[in-house]
């Protein structure tokens, strides 16, 4: 037994105690009891990081090594979700701002396009709003963690379950986007097995329902999918191949956030409070009858009505009032502390989410919008860029029979610039231009698709 103990003592001591400690372990019963359970908190706690265990700091505090983190299940309780999007406009902001965002400034196609074919296929994009439905199948992907956009093509509806070949589309045959959330969608559960497939790995197909009932197969190449945040491989799976909510991980942050401005707007119902002091009142509450109890709170109700700026009150000589002021200072750091850790959590700037100023001298906040205008472009690189690759080619053998060769787009910048900035870019981009054409680098032609392409971009040269 005392070998056992002293096996555990090793164990136990390892490098957190001294050689005095490892004497004091072998003759003082507390002590190693204490010991024991140090080591049984390490076990489970893990034995890296800094642990004082005489000032109970790190794994030793039972303060940090209670803690622990739980399931909300607010991913999957999508009537919640729906009533925090429509109830509360801090989570309405949260999922409708970068959703916007991803799709407000457009793109541009590059490529061998003719002038007339690209704004053909801007009037077949305005006319079925594609903007507009890929704004919203990205709002319900991150708000239900999932979405897909269905290509209607004309003549289609009998073959919806089978592959998309590009090839048999037919001009004019584009009719839009028909697009449902996660709720209305069940998927497969037989996956596409092609290595070369984007969606390889991905339900094959996916039940849309409509709106006059029933539900239509798709396949999986005529849908433009969309995902909430990224799960791993595990988690993914036991959402059906879908994300996260957006609203799940900062769903603590939305709450204490809405607690502290509701309580905030409770204390200005009683930043003064008054008293009224009655000799004998409890005891006439508490004992006396109903008739008295209701004539007390009848006199006290007008004493209460009479009460103002103008008004008068009559006292009994042995009673007496007193006003409570309550004081608001610091409540405003604390609601600002509050409103900068949900903006931290939902990655959008505390100047665009609660469309406030910068704080601080010479603030701009430009360097927070610089940093949301990343994380936006990351965005759209991650969900639209994937969707756009499959729906323009589609468009475009709808209007022009055809897709041009290096056919490719770039999301255009979100940052706007002061008409005097683009007016001092456009001229310096207009020399340099110049210069080329003069040293013989580039031909008269190809110096008029320069300014051209610059003058789109720069709102210059439209006459060219």
Same mark, same amino acid.
């Given at each position: 037994?005392?070998?056992?103990?002293?096996?555990?003592?090793?164990?136990?001591?390892?490098?957190?105690?001294?050689?005095?400690?490892?004497?004091?372990?072998?003759?003082?019963?507390?002590?190693?009891?204490?010991?024991?359970?140090?080591?049984?908190?390490?076990?489970?706690?893990?034995?890296?990081?800094?642990?004082?265990?005489?000032?109970?700091?790190?794994?030793?505090?039972?303060?940090?090594?209670?803690?622990?983190?739980?399931?909300?299940?607010?991913?999957?309780?999508?009537?919640?979700?729906?009533?925090?999007?429509?109830?509360?406009?801090?989570?309405?902001?949260?999922?409708?701002?970068?959703?916007?965002?991803?799709?407000?400034?457009?793109?541009?196609?590059?490529?061998?396009?003719?002038?007339?074919?690209?704004?053909?296929?801007?009037?077949?994009?305005?006319?079925?709003?594609?903007?507009?439905?890929?704004?919203?199948?990205?709002?319900?992907?991150?708000?239900?963690?999932?979405?897909?956009?269905?290509?209607?093509?004309?003549?289609? /509806?009998?073959?919806?379950?089978?592959?998309? !070949? #590009?090839?048999?589309?037919?001009?004019?045959?584009? $009719? @839009?986007? %028909? =697009? &449902?959330?996660?709720?209305?969608?069940?998927?497969?559960?037989?996956?596409?097995?092609?290595?070369?497939?984007?969606?390889?790995?991905?339900?094959?197909?996916?039940?849309?329902?409509?709106?006059?009932?029933? /539900?239509?197969?798709?396949?999986?190449?005529? !849908? #433009?999918?969309?995902?909430?945040?990224?799960?791993? $491989? @595990?988690? %993914? =799976? &036991?959402?059906?191949?879908?994300?996260?909510?957006?609203?799940?991980?900062?769903?603590?942050?939305?709450?204490?956030?809405?607690?502290?401005?509701?309580?905030?707007?409770?204390?200005?119902?009683?930043?003064?409070?008054?008293?009224?002091?009655?000799?004998?009142?409890?005891?006439?509450?508490?004992?006396?009858?109903?008739?008295?109890?209701?004539?007390?709170?009848?006199?006290?109700?007008?004493?209460?009505?009479?009460?103002?700026?103008?008004?008068?009150?009559?006292?009994?000589?042995?009673?007496?009032?007193?006003?409570?002021?309550?004081?608001?200072?610091?409540?405003?750091?604390?609601?600002?502390?509050?409103?900068?850790?949900?903006?931290?959590?939902?990655?959008?700037?505390?100047?665009?989410?609660?469309?406030?100023?910068?704080?601080?001298?010479?603030?701009?906040?430009?360097?927070?919008?610089?940093?949301?205008?990343?994380?936006?472009?990351?965005?759209?690189?991650?969900?639209?860029?994937?969707?756009?690759?499959?729906?323009?080619?589609?468009?475009?053998?709808?209007?022009?029979?055809?897709?041009?060769?290096?056919?490719?787009?770039?999301?255009?910048?979100?940052?706007?610039?002061?008409?005097?900035?683009?007016?001092?870019?456009?001229?310096?981009?207009?020399?340099?231009?110049?210069?080329?054409?003069?040293?013989?680098?580039?031909?008269?032609?190809?110096?008029?698709?320069?300014?051209?392409?610059?003058?789109?971009?720069?709102?210059?040269?439209?006459?060219?």
């Amino acid at each position: 037994m005392k070998k056992n103990r002293n096996a555990s003592a090793g164990r136990a001591a390892g490098c957190y105690v001294s050689r005095e400690q490892m004497e004091k372990y072998k003759t003082d019963e507390a002590f190693a009891r204490r010991m024991l359970q140090m080591d049984a908190i390490r076990r489970m706690c893990g034995a890296d990081g800094f642990s004082n265990s005489a000032v109970s700091i790190g794994a030793a505090s039972p303060l940090f090594s209670a803690g622990t983190f739980v399931r909300s299940g607010i991913g999957v309780d999508f009537e919640k979700l729906t009533t925090v999007y429509r109830e509360s406009s801090l989570a309405m902001r949260i999922i409708d701002m970068p959703a916007e965002d991803m799709t407000r400034a457009g793109y541009t196609l590059t490529g061998d396009f003719e002038a007339e074919d690209l704004e053909e296929l801007k009037r077949l994009e305005a006319k079925h709003n594609i903007t507009g439905e890929l704004t919203d199948a990205i709002r319900w992907a991150r708000l239900y963690g999932g979405s897909v956009a269905v290509i209607d093509l004309f003549g289609d /509806s009998k073959k919806m379950d089978t592959p998309l !070949v #590009l090839s048999d589309i037919m001009p004019g045959s584009f $009719q @839009g986007l %028909l =697009v &449902r959330d996660r709720t209305q969608v069940t998927p497969s559960l037989e996956l596409e097995n092609n290595v070369d497939d984007p969606d390889y790995g991905l339900p094959m197909f996916y039940d849309i329902e409509l709106e006059e009932g029933g /539900s239509i197969r798709v396949h999986h190449s005529r !849908v #433009l999918r969309f995902t909430g945040r990224e799960l791993p $491989q @595990g988690e %993914l =799976v &036991r959402e059906n191949y879908w994300g996260a909510s957006e609203l799940e991980h900062i769903w603590d942050e939305i709450q204490r956030y809405t607690s502290v401005s509701a309580n905030a707007a409770e204390l200005v119902f009683k930043a003064n409070l008054a008293t009224l002091k009655m000799d004998g009142l409890g005891e006439m509450m508490s004992l006396g009858t109903d008739d008295a109890k209701r004539k007390t709170e009848c006199m006290i109700g007008e004493m209460t009505h009479m009460m103002s700026s103008f008004g008068m009150l009559l006292l009994n000589p042995e009673e007496s009032l007193e006003t409570h002021s309550y004081s608001f200072s610091g409540l405003k750091d604390m609601h600002e502390a509050f409103m900068t850790e949900v903006a931290g959590a939902a990655e959008i700037p505390v100047t665009k989410l609660f469309g406030r100023s910068p704080d601080g001298m010479n603030a701009t906040g430009e360097a927070d919008m610089r940093n949301y205008y990343e994380r936006i472009a990351s965005l759209q690189e991650r969900m639209l860029r994937p969707a756009l690759e499959r729906l323009l080619p589609v468009m475009m053998m709808s209007c022009f029979w055809y897709i041009p060769e290096k056919m490719d787009f770039v999301f255009n910048p979100l940052a706007t610039m002061a008409p005097e900035e683009m007016e001092e870019l456009a001229g310096k981009l207009s020399s340099r231009v110049r210069e080329l054409f003069e040293a013989g680098i580039i031909s008269r032609e190809e110096a008029r698709a320069e300014l051209r392409g610059c003058g789109e971009k720069y709102a210059a040269w439209r006459g060219i």
